[in-house]
């Protein structure tokens, strides 16, 4: 019923097979592939960072690291843009937020987060197409 999902069918589709997958649990030797493969979170510096979401009904732009050394997470500074489905990397031991969705529109903005000054940067230039749901 979301109206982003129903504007586009390749991502009713992707919705679709995720359903699927998860409530036809007989069939999941049937649907093995790329999009159902086990991941290993990308680790920058023995941290792993959850950033920006759906939170309440919104996008945000919250970011937490977690500490594998302590096992607790703890805020850091938030992205200067609210981002569900964006896209993340690390180069460099800098962490990459690309794309996403704010909520209202699709993004092709990228910042670039420094764990050592715990800052952001958006000095990076954009994608040539908006894009969410990065992986």
Not at 27 to 33: I, S
Not at 81 to 87: D, F, L, P, Q, S
Request: charged content about 25%; some cysteine.
């Amino acid at each position: 019923s979301d109206p982003l999902i129903k504007a586009d069918q390749r991502c009713r589709d992707l919705v679709d097979e995720a359903k699927d997958y998860l409530l036809l649990p007989h069939d999941r030797l049937n649907m093995q592939g790329p999009r159902t493969k086990r991941r290993k979170p990308v680790k920058s510096c023995e941290v792993l960072f959850a950033v920006g979401g759906w939170c309440s009904g919104d996008a945000i732009a919250s970011v937490e690291m977690f500490d594998s050394e302590t096992n607790q997470w703890k805020s850091v500074a938030s992205m200067s843009k609210r981002r569900c489905g964006v896209g993340v990397g690390v180069l460099n031991n800098l962490l990459y937020a690309v794309g996403g969705h704010d909520g209202v529109s699709y993004l092709n903005s990228v910042e670039r987060f420094d764990p050592q000054t715990n800052q952001w940067s958006n000095d990076i230039a954009p994608t040539s197409s908006c894009r969410t749901s990065v992986g």
